[in-house]
Nanobody, 121 residues
Framework: DVQLQASGGGLVQAGESLRLSCAAS????????IGWFRQVPGKEREGLSC????????YYTNSVKGRFTISRDNAKNTGSLQMNSLKPEDTAVYYC??????????????WGQGTLVTVSS
């Protein structure tokens, strides 16, 4: 079975850090990009960061740039999101996504189950 397990969420105070992990099983994501998203109830899912499969190029949305760091370990089939200097507005359910696509079609697109991050002021 293909599974994508996100973990590492929790309750922290503003200014503290958390590290989210995304573990894949049932498939190898060497050729896939990894992305992290978050969603607050009543709002659309927001893309935060992604890392490419080939050259490890990264992207961050402005709201997390300089505070969050995405990484991947293909040997362990895991991805991570290091979140520093957390703010109350970072409170959300965080999702990892693994997607492999060609210029013509999406080969696969998997989502983790979400992990809750709560940042108190």
């Amino acid at each position: 079975d293909v599974q994508l397990q996100a973990s590492g969420g929790g309750l922290v105070q503003a200014g503290e850090s958390l590290r989210l992990s995304c573990a894949a099983s049932g498939f190898s994501f060497d050729d896939a990009g990894i992305g992290w998203f978050r969603q607050v109830p009543g709002k659309e899912r927001e893309g935060l960061s992604c890392i490419s499969s080939s050259d490890g190029m990264t992207y961050y949305t402005n709201s997390v740039k300089g505070r969050f760091t995405i990484s991947r370990d293909n040997a362990k089939n895991t991805g991570s999101l290091q979140m520093n200097s957390l703010k109350p507005e970072d409170t959300a359910v965080y999702y990892c996504n693994v997607k492999r696509s060609t210029s013509s079609y999406t080969v696969y697109n998997y989502w983790g189950q979400g992990t809750l991050v709560t940042v108190s002021s």
